[in-house]
């Protein structure tokens, strides 16, 4: 199983260290290893930010954001400009009550994290403004049909984009939502091998395909529902599946 959204974060905050079994699993994953690498990346943005001079950006910037939140242009203004930034003048030293009171651990550093993170949307919506990404090249793609005990259906299509060795899977699944949770797997037809590429929320997901599968092998997707019992294997019952298949 991959370590989950809080332990990553508490590793890269520093208030938490990972165990043997944590450390093995990021040595071997690299799906994990990379989003751990994206949180330390953001926490020390976060960290180094404090002296950083805010600019104001420019209005077509204030236009895509107020149209992706669905905001009017002064709610989106107004809520920039309750960020305030901090005095220049050193703070008075703290009381015994106060420094009694003052959070520790993940609640000191979340500000940090917030502010990263809004200085990472409001970046991203820049670049995608002034820099465009590169389009992907839909590579291959699978119908996935349903199970007999299924009222499903679904896509999966293979994007590449730069180097052949990155690809995405992207995931839309129509099926009856329960309590269970959906995984999203790589099979070889020949050996009945398995690869998982994670679990799907919601109706549709992106997966990155490691750079060491060989989509020639392991070239059918399959969706399974899986009970949250912490239990790795496939669960063997199939929602849909489908064989990738070249464009």
């Known amino acids: 199983m991959h370590l989950d959204d809080d332990t ?54 204030w236009d895509a954001i107020s149209a992706e939140l669905g905001l009017g242009h002064a709610d989106a203004r107004a809520e920039a400009d309750t960020v305030e930034t901090p005095d220049a003048a050193p703070p008075a030293p703290a009381s015994i009550t106060e420094r009694r009171t003052r959070p520790t651990g993940f609640a000191r550093w ?39 005990s299924w009222n499903a259906s679904g896509t999966a299509r293979l994007e590449q984009s730069g180097s052949a060795d990155s690809r995405d899977l992207v995931i839309d699944l129509d099926a009856p939502s329960g309590t269970d949770l959906r995984e999203v797997w790589l099979i070889d ?20 395909v490691p750079a060491g599968i ?32 070249q464009l």
């Open 8 to 61: 990553l974060a508490l590793i890269a905050l520093g208030d938490a260290d990972p165990d043997g079994a944590q450390r093995s699993h990021l040595d071997s994953c690299e799906r994990c290893s990379s989003e751990l690498d994206g949180l330390r990346r953001t926490v020390s943005i976060g960290r180094s930010s404090r002296d950083v001079e805010l600019l104001t950006p420019p209005q077509r910037v």
């Open 110 to 148: 979340w500000p940090v994290a917030a502010a990263a993170l809004v200085v990472g949307v409001l970046a991203g919506v820049a670049g995608a403004i002034l820099w465009p990404m590169p389009s992907a090249d839909v590579i291959a793609q699978a119908e996935l049909d349903p199970f007999p």
């Open 189 to 208: 037809p020949a050996t009945n091998g398995l690869v998982s590429l994670g679990q799907l929320s919601g109706a549709s997901g992106r997966f990155v």
């Open 214 to 245: 060989d989509l020639a092998q392991f070239s059918v997707v399959d969706i399974s529902d899986e009970p949250a019992d912490g239990n790795p294997a496939h669960s063997g019952d199939s929602i849909v599946r489908g064989q990738l298949r």
